[in-house]
């Protein structure tokens, strides 16, 4: 079964400055879905960004955008002009595109906004 | 549109009770799906339903059924609570096929099993 890894349970910013969320993940697919989700402290998720593997450009949201390494299996979440109301849970996904039950979820990044 | 609605909100059960948490959406998606959401383990499959009449077991089920009523309701039941059972409860949906879409997310259920 495809595993997603968020290997920092942790993190925390300035105001107005850049982090990185890293997600890496594990599958023999070579099609597949990626996503960053965000979770305030509402409980409701969002999406925040989505990545389509057969795509080599980087997706972008405004201030959000991914680094997607598919030979490393990476996608890391990039958040510039950091604002308060970025803090949050973010949660990376993978989604199977030959199942489209197989939803898979790493454990979540809670980021801090410090102003 | 209210897209994924959840009831209820929070609920305390005494272990060995029953519960029914309620899901309906208003978006004409064809899957719905059941999420438990504990910490430090991100959100994990307990069931689903790719279209309306069938319903599939995820990662987790044992403990839990569900009913897909019709195609807008998607409910999950426990028939006898445990303790391993407290734990906030999502449900999702999607349409069938689009897997380029994303999940659309209800607001969660926060149950605690005494």
């Known amino acids: 079964a495809q595993t997603v890894t968020q290997s920092q349970p942790e993190m925390s910013v300035q105001e107005a400055e850049t982090v990185t969320l890293s997600c890496t993940y594990d599958?023999?697919?070579?099609?597949?879905?990626l996503f960053w989700y965000k979770q305030p402290p509402s409980r409701q998720m969002i999406l925040v960004i989505r990545?389509?593997?057969?795509?080599?450009q980087n997706a972008t949201e405004n201030r959000f955008s991914v680094n997607f390494q598919k030979a490393a299996k990476s996608f890391s979440l990039k958040i510039s002009d950091s604002q308060l109301g970025d803090a949050a849970m973010y949660f990376c996904?993978?989604?199977?595109?030959?199942?489209?039950?197989?939803?898979?979820f790493g454990a979540g990044t809670r980021l801090t906004v410090k102003p | 549109n209210a897209g994924v609605t959840q009831t209820p909100k929070f609920q305390v059960l005494k272990t060995g009770q029953s519960m029914t948490l309620q899901c309906a959406q208003d978006?004409?998606?064809?899957?719905m799906y059941w999420y438990r959401q504990d910490p430090g383990m991100g959100l994990r499959l307990i069931y689903y339903?790719?279209?309306?009449?069938?319903?599939d077991k995820g990662e987790v089920p044992n403990g839990y059924n569900v009913s897909r009523l019709n195609k807008r309701e998607f409910s999950l039941r426990l028939e006898s609570a445990a303790p391993s059972q407290t734990s906030v409860y999502f449900c999702?949906?999607?349409?069938?096929?689009?897997?380029?879409?994303?999940?659309?997310f209800g607001p969660g259920t926060r149950l605690t099993v005494t």
């Open positions: 599958t023999s697919e070579s099609d597949y879905y």
């Open positions: 990545q389509e593997a057969y795509k080599q």
């Open positions: 339903s790719a279209s309306e009449g069938t319903t």
């Open positions: 999702a949906s999607t349409i069938q096929g689009a897997y380029a879409y994303e999940q659309y």
């Open positions: 978006m004409n998606h064809n899957s």
């Open positions: 996904a993978y989604r199977d595109p030959y199942n489209n039950n197989d939803m898979r």
